[in-house]
């Protein structure tokens, strides 16, 4: 169990933080290629990204 507060708390949200926020930018990249592949509607796109189960979770 990691104590909340501690330096090893910290590093472990820092990590889950960048990891998140490197998923969204590679998400939306994926949705921009594929938006301009298929040409199909952004809701398309946006409810598969919601069907995908969390990672890391």
């Given at each position: 169990?990691?104590?909340p507060g501690s330096?090893?708390?910290r590093r472990a949200l820092?990590?889950?933080a960048k990891?998140?926020?490197l998923e969204l930018t590679l998400n939306q990249f994926e949705i921009?290629?594929?938006l301009?592949?298929?040409a199909a509607p952004a809701r398309d796109s946006s409810r598969t990204e919601c069907e995908k189960p969390p990672v890391g979770r």
């Open positions: 169990m990691i104590e330096g090893q708390d820092r990590a889950c990891q998140e926020c921009t290629s594929y301009a592949v298929t």
